[in-house]
């Protein structure tokens, strides 16, 4: 298995291009489902979660041409062979559930197996079911699988118990070939929504009010194809501002959406970086030799501190000027990391929801294991400032959402071998 080791480095500086946000061309992709019409996804980056979507998608039948080096995908779904995902296809990626919704559409039967639960957490479905039967699905499910089934969906009033990101997204494309009109409550306002609603959009649907807490979808009959590129990838963005702020260094960001970030920027600077935003994105910077201060963080659904930028975080505040409160309020199991940077020398107590931190003066490279993608990134960044090197081990978590975060890194100034 593929190891990194990270070696202690000074400033990072220079500039990096921010790639398509992973989590929009997964749900972008399941999408493409509705249609028989060829449909472009640009902005692509070259990650083994996208794929694992395209290989799914081509189970079911679709074909899909993947230039990597442009980042173009261009699928076509005329000719849906089957309805049903394999097992060890959804194993390998939970965001394959989304391909429920709008197989339910297009064919009106889809058995999918139950996605299992992460690192992270349980990852329930309910609420992506409960969103089915409003529209009128018989679900069912037996030996792992669940089973959609329903003539013709339905328009329906749905309120969600909590704006799941992946509800939101599967019965938004579930309703665009609905009948009538269907209303989403609290949904989830992430901007990988907003991005897939103008992508089904382009495409001939008729969805309203994406990015808000209540969205409306009119059915329609077809659905053309289009061609769409991905907003950039927020969380890729605040990774690499994190590894300036660790670094002390001084980092051009390009290709972000200065709104999509503001939680992650609005830290930075409550912990004593430097943000400013150039035309072509962010800029971050540390001035002086004063030190990162301690902040307290509770990651919320947008626009609060993403979940995902939580274990990133936490590798610069491990050694900030005082103790961070840290609360994971989106995922029951979220602090994998914790044990990890420990071994490197941090002092965190985990108190239910919550991680103490207390910052030490400096950590100390060692042997760790990546347990999941954002926990594999953190120990990365804590590699950069950890005395001596770090060697991670099970990095393939980080290659499902970083494209290149080592040659990346290394343009800037770090030294992180893959071997
Ligand atoms: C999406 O996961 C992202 N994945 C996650 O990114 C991200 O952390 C998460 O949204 C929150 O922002 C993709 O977009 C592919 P949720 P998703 O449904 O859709 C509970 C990464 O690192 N819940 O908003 O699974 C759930 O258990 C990944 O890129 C239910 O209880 O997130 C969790 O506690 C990790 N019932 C909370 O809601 C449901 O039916 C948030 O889940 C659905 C979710």
Redesign the pocket.
Known sequence: MEKFIVEQCGPLKGSVRIGGA??AV??VLAGALLTENACFIRDVPNLS?VEAMGELLTSLGASIEWNRQEGIINVVVDDLKQNEAEYELVGKL??SF?IMGPLLARLGEVKVPLPGGCA???????????GMAALGAQIEQAHGFMTAKAKKLKGAKIYLD??????T?NILMAAVLAEGQTIVENC?I?P?IVDLANFLNAAGADIRGAGTDTVKINGVKYMKGTDHTVIPDR?EAGTYMVAAAITRGDLNINNVVMDHVKPVTAKLKEVNMHVEETPQGIRVYHKGNNRVIASDIKTL??PGF???MQAPFMSLLVTAAGTSVITES???NRFMQVGELKRMGADIKIESRSAVVEGVKHLTGAQVRAT???AGAALVLAGLQAEGSTEISDIYHIDR?YQDLDTQLNKLGASVTRC
């Open positions: 992973k989590n997964l749900p979660d939970r965001a989304l992270i957490g349980t990852r329930p479905v309910d609420l992506h079911l409960k909590f704006p799941s990101v992946g509800a997204e989830a992430e990988e969380i659904p947008y993403p979940t995902d989106i995922f029951e999941d993608l954002r959402g």
